[in-house]
């Protein structure tokens, strides 16, 4: 068995947290998610991940409400920093070592966001997780997933969604002739819009050639599958 990835970053919506209820974190779905990464991480793949925080606060939502953009975009970067720590405490039940990085800083939580300590942390062996976003309003966590991915020279972006296993040519939910995309190139999801990502984070993907491949969460072992390469969801860019 050998992975096709040696260092990745995977992309946790805060979402795929929540579970069934869609708010909040379940218990039971991290312990899972983190029962995946373990699994991962013992293959020796270097493991980042970027979480969202969905499940807990979306900075469009506080500015539908009239409240100043940045302010609410600052409170959904600081929602990351939580999910973080959730992930971080069921990764370290299962023996994994662990560190938080934050680009927002808060020493008392987490470490700041240094890349070549991060770097450093992956060849040690210890899953790393990116809090905070960008530490920029106006951005997403797909966003900073790209960046990261950039910065630490990863070799895929592994995007988690919850419940949807890849990019498809219409909505599946409402269009039943909606058809899965084995394989896309970046053009496509900027020109026809496909709301894999935003188009920031698909941008700077398809400016750095970072393949990003796009599957479902919510299957047991899919994370290992991605790893070791198994045709599942949809592969952009590559
Ligand atoms: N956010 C931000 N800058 C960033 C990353 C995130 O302002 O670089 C804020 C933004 O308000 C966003 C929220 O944090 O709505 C949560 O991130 P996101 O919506 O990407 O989470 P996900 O959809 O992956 O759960």
């Known amino acids: 068995m050998i992975p096709k990835y040696r260092r990745i970053v995977l992309k946790l919506s805060g979402e795929a947290l929540a579970g069934q209820h869609g708010f909040g974190i379940d218990p039971a779905v991290i312990r899972d998610i983190a029962r995946q990464i373990a699994d991962v991480a013992k293959l020796d793949v270097q493991v980042a991940i970027v979480v969202g925080a969905g499940n807990i606060w979306r900075g469009a939502t506080g500015s539908q409400m009239g409240m100043d953009r940045a302010t609410a975009d600052y409170m959904g970067m600081l929602a990351t920093v939580m999910n973080a720590l959730a992930l971080q ?3 370290e039940k299962l023996g994994v070592a662990t560190r938080v990085q ?29 809090a905070g976003g960008t530490g920029n309003p106006f951005f997403s966590t797909d966003t900073t997933a790209a960046l990261r991915a950039a910065e630490i020279e ?14 498809y040519t219409a909505d599946p939910q409402k269009d039943p002739t909606a058809t899965k995309y084995a394989e ?11 709301g894999v990502m935003d188009s920031t984070a698909a941008s700077l993907c398809k400016d750095n050639d970072i393949p990003i491949l796009v599957f479902n969460i919510n299957e047991d072992g899919n994370i290992l599958r991605a790893v070791m390469g198994e045709k599942i969801g949809t592969l952009v860019g590559k």
């Open 89 to 91: 405490d069921a990764l």
């Open 154 to 167: 990863a070799e895929v972006i592994l995007m988690a969604k919850n419940g949807v296993d890849g990019v």
């Open 102 to 130: 934050s680009s927002i800083h808060m020493s008392e939580v987490a470490e700041p966001y240094i890349r070549r300590r991060a770097i450093r942390h992956l060849e040690k062996g210890r899953v790393v997780i990116f």
């Open 184 to 194: 896309l190139d970046f053009m496509e999801v900027l020109k026809q819009g496909l």
